[in-house]
């Protein structure tokens, strides 16, 4: 058997080991795209700093549950990106969500590691 061979018998596993939840996984996916977005069962403190940083109309789209709202989750790092290739991609991220018709925020950040 050739190493092809392998990694095909291989993924076909994966597939049919991964099946159940995978198709599980895609019903959630499918339905929550049916779903507007459900703001009122926040507290106004939270509903405040979610919004803080928006500009006035954001805020606006915002206060109705029609608009998504994305979260962005970083790992970029001014201190550790010598090189900076991620430097640009929340705002590349916004601009993509503002053309959507959505809106994006800078949601928090994860560990990261020296990039170069």
Request: charged residues 20%; aromatic residues 4%; positive net charge.
């Amino acid at each position: 058997m050739t190493a092809r061979r392998d990694i095909e018998a291989i993924t076909q596993r994966i597939r049919e080991r991964s099946k159940p939840g995978r198709e599980a996984y895609l019903g959630r996916i499918a339905e929550a795209s049916n779903r507007t977005a459900n703001r009122a069962v926040l507290s106004c403190g939270n509903l405040a700093h979610g919004f803080a940083v928006c500009s006035p109309s954001e805020k606006v789209a915002l206060g109705g549950d029609r608009v998504p709202n994305l979260g962005i989750i970083t790992s970029y790092n001014d201190m550790l990106s010598a090189h900076q290739p991620f430097e640009t991609f929340p705002a590349m991220i916004k601009d993509a969500a503002r053309e959507a018709g959505g809106i994006a925020q800078v949601a928090g950040g994860v560990p990261a590691m020296c990039d170069g």
